[in-house]
Nanobody
Framework: QVQLQESGPGLVKPSQTLSLTCTVS??????????WSWLRQPPGKGLEWMGA???????YYSPSLKSRTSISRDTSKNQFTLQLSSMTPEDTAVYYC?????????????????WGQGTQVTVSS
């Protein structure tokens, strides 16, 4: 069974860049045709898909976050990473990494099969 674990800072100052890493076990991030995503849930709001990296290394981003988001991977460590720049208090949320077996409907949170436990990120000075 695939397991995912997010890691990164819990507190970020406004204007800084957030960097989160998702470490995957029980499966490879290069396995055909898996899709590996970052999602978040602000307090009192629904889940928001942020972006994905496919097994091939292709990346997909939410149009609303594309200018501030970068997703990359380290295949030797079986990890993928989110960077979100120009953080504001509105970016305060629980951030999740998740995966599913194809990249179709990659922007639909309910399609994801395996999830990390989530990590709280607060943006505050």
């Amino acid at each position: 069974q695939v397991q995912l674990q997010e890691s990164g800072p819990g507190l970020v100052k406004p204007s800084q860049t957030l960097s989160l890493t998702c470490t995957v076990s029980g499966g490879s991030i290069t396995s055909n045709y898996y899709c590996w995503s970052w999602l978040r849930q602000p307090p009192g709001k629904g889940l928001e898909w942020m972006g994905a990296i496919a097994y091939s290394g292709s990346t997909y981003y939410s149009p609303s976050l594309k200018s501030r988001t970068s997703i990359s991977r380290d295949t030797s460590k079986n990890q993928f990473t989110l960077q979100l720049s120009s953080m504001t208090p509105e970016d305060t949320a629980v951030y999740y990494c998740a995966t599913k077996s194809t990249c179709s409907d990659y922007d639909d949170p309910i399609r994801y099969d395996y999830w990390g436990q989530g990590t709280q990120v607060t943006v505050s000075s």
